[in-house]
Nanobody, 130 residues
């Protein structure tokens, strides 16, 4: 049974930093794409950052230069370092994995990648106050 467990969320002031972690277990095959997604109240879920099987990252325009996605392949853990946080970053943050290869070569397509992810965590809440 695949499990993705996010942690590291919390409440910080604008300009602060947080580091999210996603621990994956039960994965049996190759991981084609992993990513962080977020959903703010009243808004649709959106991709924040993804990383493909060779470690190439991609970012949503709104977070580029502020967020960094990384992974520890040995521990099957995904990270999201978030700096210069803004109130508009407030959201539930989810990690997700593509283990079937449905993302194809489009792991970096932040507009569409979420439709191809196979497994999702339950999320960790990030709240940024002004």
């Amino acid at each position: 049974q695949v499990q993705l467990v996010e942690s590291g969320g919390g409440s910080v002031q604008s300009g602060g930093s947080l580091r999210l972690s996603c621990a994956a277990s039960g994965l049996r095959g190759r991981i084609y794409c992993m990513g962080w997604f977020r959903q703010a109240p009243g808004k649709e879920r959106e991709a924040v950052a993804t990383i493909n099987s060779v470690g190439t990252p991609a970012y949503a325009a709104s977070v580029k230069g502020r967020f960094t996605i990384s992974e520890d392949n040995v521990k099957n853990t995904l990270f999201l370092q978030m700096n210069s946080l803004k109130p508009e970053d407030t959201a539930m943050y989810y990690c997700a994995v593509d283990e079937t290869g449905d993302t194809g070569g489009y792991c970096g397509d932040t507009a569409r990648v979420q439709r191809w992810m196979d497994y999702w965590g339950k999320g960790t809440l990030v709240t940024i106050s002004s």
